[in-house]
């Protein structure tokens, strides 16, 4: 599994972004994708993922703010990310995640994209 993550930049605190990342290789075994996140200073945590049948869970702190989904191609998946009303406190390198299941479990990570919020 290959992970391809874009969409990072810099926005103003109460502005949008939208993280896409796209899945390649062996991509019919992926089972859950999401994103993850780490501060300066802090450890990874979970901001949200996405199940092969849909469905998500989010980490308290952007419940209602951001949204997650997923298109499932033969031989690409597609997680997008779309965040909205921005915090200051969303900024973070944000890495794409996936869970491959074939007979065992796997997990990949993308490559990182910075999201920067501006206060």
């Known amino acids: 599994v290959q992970l391809q993550a874009s969409g990072g930049g810099l926005v103003q605190a109460g502005g949008s972004l939208r993280l896409s990342c796209a899945a390649s290789?062996?991509?019919?075994?992926?089972?859950?994708m999401g994103w993850y996140r780490q501060a300066p200073g802090k450890q990874r945590e979970l901001v949200a993922l996405?199940?092969?049948?849909?469905?998500?869970?989010?980490t308290d702190s952007v419940k209602g703010r951001f949204t997650i989904s997923r298109d499932n191609a033969k031989n690409m998946v597609t997680v997008h990310l779309q965040m909205n009303n921005l915090k200051y406190e969303d900024t973070a390198v944000y890495y794409c995640?996936?869970?491959?299941?074939?007979?065992?479990?796997?997990?990949?990570w993308g490559q990182g994209t910075l999201v920067t919020v501006s206060s």
């Open positions: 996405i199940s092969k049948i849909g469905s998500t869970n989010y």
């Open positions: 290789r062996n991509v019919h075994t992926i089972y859950t």
């Open positions: 995640y996936a869970e491959r299941r074939a007979g065992w479990i796997r997990d990949y």
